[in-house]
């Protein structure tokens, strides 16, 4: 998946989690977190999101500090180096 289909497809995934908001005003470094776009509690839904889209469980290695900080970091993270 390239970066670019990965930042769609994490927005994707975080339109179901947070349907209320609208992803399209925020760019893809905005701290998610902490402009509290989702919450400690949603980041549980958007691993099962972003797994599915990937068709590969999250490891805890890619369980590190940042790794939810915004869309391009989730990207890159999740979906774009599960692919290496």
Do not use: K, N, W, Y
């Amino acid at each position: 998946m390239s970066p670019g289909q990965a930042r769609l497809a994490v927005r994707a995934c975080l339109q179901v989690v947070r349907p209320e908001f609208e992803l399209d005003q925020i760019a893809d470094d905005t701290p998610l977190l902490q402009e509290r776009v989702i919450t400690s509690f949603q980041v549980l839904d958007l691993i099962v999101h972003l797994e599915h889209v990937s068709g590969r469980p999250v490891v805890r290695e890619q369980l590190t500090p940042g790794s939810f900080r915004d869309i391009a970091t989730i990207a890159r993270v999740f979906l774009v180096e599960v692919e290496s």
